[in-house]
Each structure stands twice: as C-alpha cells, then as structure tokens.
C-alpha cells in the first residue's frame, strides 16, 4: 500500500486499495483519490435512512468523499457499492485518518477479570495485506468437520465463498439490525457459492438456513477462513490486560470510530 497526500492544503489523499474495483471491461482499478470529510459528509452520517442501514451509510460516505478510483471516468455509488467489503473498510478507515487523525480512542474487557481497559489506536499502523500484482481474488474454500446434513441424510463439508460486497452489505442489513448472528446468516448465504453436492437451486432456496443448521465448530472454522484468506485491514487486536496480566485478542473498537463530537 502506497499514501500520499497533495499539498493543496492536505485535502486530498491517495491510497492503493488492497483487492481493487473490476470494471465491466475486466479492467482492474486499485488507487483512490479520497478528500477529507465536510459538513457534507456530517449530513450523510446523521440521516436517520443511512443509519437504519450500515451497508447505504458507508456507500454514501464513501461515494461523497472519492475524488478518483483509477482510470475510471465516472464514480458513482453503484461502483462503490459494488467493491468488496475488504476494500471498503480499508478506505473507511483511511478516511477516519485523514479527517480526524489516525489516533482513535478504543475500550475493551479483559475476558479474565473483567476489568476495562483503554488504549489508543493508531489507525496507520494496522497491518494491511493486499494482493500482489500478479494475485487475483479467489474463493475461500473451507473444508467442515461436521458439515451440512441434508434432508436425505447425506453430509456436506467442503464449502466454497466469494467475498462480500458492498451489495451484500446493503441486502442483509435489515437482519443485521434485528439479530447479528441471523444477518451474518444472511450476508454468508448470499456469498455461498457451493456446498458439497448441493444443487445450486437448493443452496439458493434455503442458504440462511443451511447456515443457523451448522455446528459452533464449523462457523468458526468459516470465520478463520475468511479472515485468513480475505485481505484488507486486520482488525483483530491482541491486548495485554494492564490489571491481569493476561492476554486476550478483541475486534477493533470503532465506538467512536466516526464520532462527530
């Protein structure tokens, strides 16, 4: 990943995207223009629309501030909707940096004694792994221990997904706000691809079921995966508790990832 910033005040910086927007020409696009965030932008995050849906709210914020994506002539929001999930969290991230600072104030609990603990992030310093010039985005394929028994009794273990989007983001929102553990039914079953020999009218017709019907075992192995294989920034923490003295892995507190106070 490359940064730079203009010196037209610093409005504006640049970044290399780490999976990139594939146009309908099959041309790859990986370097973004993003300017920081206005009162504009203040308007975007407090309509109550975006914020009954996270999916439209980082569309919206992200189409607002793109400059330039690439060679691409126009940037609508059907294009910024369209990138991977990956990509987008990498540049809400980027531009929560460059509007407020890369230091972000983040709590978390100690799992062993519960205690609180805060820290401060430094958003530029997460790692980020992109793919290479010559890599192209694949599959995640994930073989389950339990696997997916079927109406007939047979089992199903080697899974196969395509990364989310932006798209899908926006689909299982509504699931996502009622329950998180049924919308990430949801967004999973929108990018299950195949399932050991289920046809694909069946995995179309029952996905989010198939889903909630897995083992804790395989769910997990699926979220290694993908967090294995996806790239983008890691968001997984590894913390020291300063009461304790033990360790503990947490997602990245984004609290106040966005907060306008």
């Given amino acids: ?36 965030m206005t009162g504009k932008e203040e308007a975007i995050l407090a309509d109550k629309r975006n914020q009954r849906n996270g999916g439209k709210l980082v569309t919206e914020l992200l189409h607002s501030c793109l400059v330039r994506l690439g060679d691409l002539n126009k940037n609508g929001s059907s294009v910024v909707e369209k990138m991977y999930s990956a990509d987008r969290n990498f540049l809400l991230l980027k531009l929560r940096s460059i509007t407020f600072g890369s230091e972000l104030e983040a709590r978390y609990t100690c799992p062993t ?15 980020v792994r992109s793919l290479g010039e010559e890599e192209s985005i694949e599959d995640v394929v994930v073989e ?47 990018c299950l691809k195949s399932l050991g020999d289920l046809p694909r009218h069946r995995i179309e017709a029952i996905g989010p079921k198939i889903l909630s019907e897995l083992s804790l075992g395989d769910r997990r192995l699926i979220d290694r995966a993908l967090s294995q294989a996806a790239p983008g920034i890691d968001l997984i923490r590894e913390l020291c508790c300063a009461n304790c003295g033990g360790t503990f892995k947490s997602s990245l507190d984004m609290t106040h990832f966005l907060s306008l106070e």
């Fill in 1 to 36: 990943m490359s940064t730079a910033t203009t010196e037209a005040g610093k409005w504006e910086s640049e970044f290399t995207l780490p999976i990139g927007y594939t146009d309908d020409q099959g041309n790859t696009h990986r370097t973004v223009v993003l300017r920081k």
């Fill in 113 to 127: 004694c519960n205690e609180p603990y805060q820290t401060i992030e430094d958003l530029d310093e997460l790692p």
């Fill in 144 to 190: 389950l221990q339990d696997g997916y028994v079927d109406k007939d009794g047979s089992v199903h273990k080697s899974l196969r997904l395509r990364l989310p989007t932006g798209l899908d983001e926006s689909a299982v929102a509504p699931q996502m706000r009622q329950n998180a553990s049924l919308g990430k039914n949801a967004l999973l079953a929108r």
